[in-house]
């Protein structure tokens, strides 16, 4: 902590400029370590710190962990108001959201490591030597061999791969939606009354690409759905102008009940998923 009452981010990485460049002193000088800036919160006149990290100001001596989330805390005096504006507080869920649902019986296990932010460091070497072990021997036991590789690419995409202003990481995503689109028409799958479920949808390139391509079908009763569990800004499926063709749900994996969701007249239902991540990678 600085002369000044304020603390200075660690030497040796330039922190993420103040929110408030015309007024630094409205924001609170808190360094969050773990994202690399200071804290965004406003803070009161004559105050350095918010109401959560001033944890020197007498008025704060009360403060507990909130009930619904213990990574941020909220004076005891207010707790009633506060529980029922805070954000953490569940909603209803919808028919479709069942917890656990599609997991394993440690699926409740398993959440409480997320909670507790386990990291591949911290598995006791005996556990991690004997998983590693497990799975080399499921391995060779299953004779898997060589996968085979099919790669299509769709025409729909032949303007946008041929756009030389377009860089590496943007063409390495426009060549595996190409390909996963190029293989979903080989298999024969683009058909009337079918319902096309994106998994881990992300910003939804592919169901972008996918609905574009239904849109200048003749196909009828189709139906693409997102599935993510993140919230995304700059979502590319909001240029899709039949908005009764897509449907995004936030959701886990593990928790969706696909019969359950209102999909209108659907006889067919086609999972793609070009990135999932952790437990989903199941699937």
Known sequence: MSSSGTEEPPSGKRPKLNPDQSNPESHCQHFVQRKKR??????????SYCGEHDVHASENADRIPCPLDPKHSVSAAKLEKHLKICNAKEVDRPAFIEPGVNALSDYEDDQEDVAAGLKLADVPDDELKAAIEKISKLYDDSRIGMIDQLLKEHPAFKQELANESYGPQTLKHLVQSASLLGIIEHEGFL???TAFVEFGAGKGQVAFWLATILQQSALIN???????RASHRHKKDNKIEDRELIQRVRADIADLVLNKLELGAIRNVVGVGKHLCGGATDL
């Open 38 to 47: 200071f804290c965004k919160m406003t803070v009161a006149r004559g105050k």
């Open 222 to 228: 189709t139906k693409v759905l997102l599935v993510d």
């Open 191 to 193: 058909q009337s009354e």
